[in-house]
C-alpha cells in the first residue's frame, strides 16, 4: 500500500500525551483504534506498516501540525479517518510520501507556540498569583537561549541534549505568545525554556541565571528549573520539505467546528469560574 502523511490536530488536556501508555488514554491510541475499526490496522498488529509520528507531545499538550505516516489503502482520505476518531482529535490534509519517509527522522523543523498568561498590570490582590512581567527581560532571555547549547539541564533526559533552538515572544493583550523552533526537541525542553525565561521576566532570576543552566555541570536540585503547565502548549508546525500536503476541505471544516465549540465553553466555562470568585470578594 502506498505511504501517506496526515496532519492531525488535537486537544490534548483530555490525553496523557502522544505516546501509547498503557491503561491511560493517549492520542496514539485513539488514532490505532480509528484505523481498527476502518480495517485499516489488523486486530493484533502492534502498528500500522510504515507508521511514524512527528514528535511526542507531553500529557495536556495540543497540536495543529501533528504529524503521523504510515502505509494505508487509496481510499483513507483525512475525512475518512475523521469517522471513527473521537471529536478532539482530526485529521485535516494529507499528503503522498515517497518510499523509505520516516516522519521522525525526516522531519526538518519542529515549532511549538505557547500561550503565556503575562499581563502587563496585573492586579495587586494578596489572591491573584500573577506578577508584573517585564517584556524586555523576557525578551532577552529568549535571545540568551537561543542558539546552539546543551541543554541538559533543562530536560530529563541523559542524551542528544544538545539541540539549537530559536525563541521569539510577541505581545498579545495580556499573553505573550512565544515561539520555540528548531529541528528537533529533548523532553520537556519547550516548556523548561519557558519556565526560565518568564523567572527572568518576573525578576525572580537574574539574567545570568541562564549562563549557569548551560553550563556543563548539573544544577542542584533546588535550583532545578521546573516546567511549565503543559495546557498552554500547542504543536503549530512540523515541516518537511519534500512533502506537498493538501487539505480535506471536508475534514477541516469538521475540525474547525469542533474546536470553535471548545472555545466556546471555555470561554463560557470562565465567566463561570470569574462569577465564583468574584462573588467571595
Not at 496526515?6 to 484505523?35: C, K, M, N, S, W
Not at 466556546?264 to 462573588?279: E, H, L, N, P, S
Request: hydrophobic content about 40%; glycine content about 6%; proline content about 9%.
Amino acid at each position: 500500500m502506498p505511504l501517506r502523511a496526515f496532519r492531525v490536530a488535537y486537544d490534548g488536556t483530555g490525553y496523557h500525551g502522544f505516546q501509547r501508555q498503557p491503561d491511560v488514554p493517549t492520542i496514539e491510541d485513539a488514532i490505532f483504534d480509528a484505523l481498527r475499526a476502518l480495517e485499516v490496522l489488523d486486530p493484533g498488529a502492534d502498528k500500522p506498516a510504515g507508521y511514524a509520528a512527528a514528535g511526542r507531545t507531553d500529557a495536556g499538550v495540543s497540536a495543529l501540525a501533528q504529524t503521523i505516516a504510515l502505509e494505508v489503502p487509496d481510499w483513507l482520505a483525512p475525512r475518512a479517518l475523521n469517522a471513527e476518531l473521537p471529536a478532539d482529535v482530526r485529521a485535516w490534509a494529507a499528503a503522498d510520501a515517497p518510499k523509505g519517509f520516516h516522519a521522525t527522522h525526516h522531519a526538518n523543523r519542529r515549532a511549538y507556540t505557547y500561550h503565556l498568561y503575562a499581563p502587563p498590570d496585573p492586579p495587586s490582590n494578596a489572591d491573584t498569583p500573577d506578577r508584573s512581567l517585564d517584556d524586555e527581560r523576557f525578551r532577552a532571555a529568549c535571545e540568551a537561549l537561543s542558539g546552539a547549547h546543551d541543554f541538559h539541564n533543562l530536560t530529563p533526559d541523559d542524551r542528544n541534549t544538545e539541540r539549537s533552538p530559536s525563541l521569539e515572544a510577541v505581545r498579545d493583550g495580556e499573553y505573550l505568545v512565544v515561539t520555540v523552533s528548531a529541528g528537533g526537541f529533548a523532553r520537556e525542553l519547550v516548556r523548561r525554556l519557558v519556565s526560565l525565561a518568564r523567572d527572568v521576566g518576573a525578576g525572580d532570576a537574574p539574567l545570568e541565571k541562564i549562563d549557569r543552566v548551560l553550563e556543563p555541570d548539573p544544577l542542584p536540585g533546588h535550583e532545578g528549573i521546573a516546567p511549565a503547565p503543559p495546557e498552554p502548549l500547542v504543536l503549530t508546525d512540523v515541516d518537511y520539505p519534500d512533502l506537498e500536503f493538501e487539505i480535506d476541505d471536508a475534514a477541516a471544516e469538521s475540525a474547525r467546528a469542533v474546536f470553535e465549540r471548545r472555545r466556546i465553553d471555555r470561554r463560557t466555562g470562565a465567566r463561570v469560574a470569574g462569577q465564583v470568585a468574584d462573588g467571595m470578594r
